[in-house]
């Protein structure tokens, strides 16, 4: 349940970044906002924040600025109330586009965050 409510409210309001930046602009931090009401009541999941970009410029800078960003959400999201216990952050740079690179478009729908949620293991 909780990874389709991720899924969803990402589909509606997705977490996008200008060409070489990671800062959250306020369209960001408000669907940021919407992914924080989802993190609370999925208090009982570990949350993988999974940031990307363009396949634009060097390999190890867009690692990098991936990091940057899944940090930069991860952050955020710590501020509303989440707990960083149960938030990780990791940078994929340029791997897994979900469309082209090849037009302007594309890249601009490349450089996204993306949320994995697993159940975390009791003791």
Not at 89 to 102: C, E, I, K, M
Request: include cysteine.
């Amino acid at each position: 349940m909780c990874q389709a409510e991720f899924d969803k409210v990402v589909e509606e309001k997705p977490v996008v970044f200008p060409k070489d930046r990671w800062d959250l602009d306020a369209g960001a931090k408000a669907a940021v906002s919407k992914l924080a009401v989802v993190g609370r009541a999925c208090s009982a999941f570990k949350i993988e924040i999974q940031a990307y970009t363009d396949n634009q410029g060097k390999r190890l800078n867009n690692t990098r600025l991936s990091a940057n960003r899944a940090d930069a959400v991860k952050e955020y999201l710590v501020e509303l109330g989440l707990s960083p216990s149960l938030l990780t952050a990791v940078g994929f740079g340029p791997d897994h586009p979900v469309a082209s690179n090849r037009t302007t478009k594309g890249r601009a729908r490349n450089r996204r965050i993306a949320f994995r949620v697993t159940r975390v293991e009791s003791e």
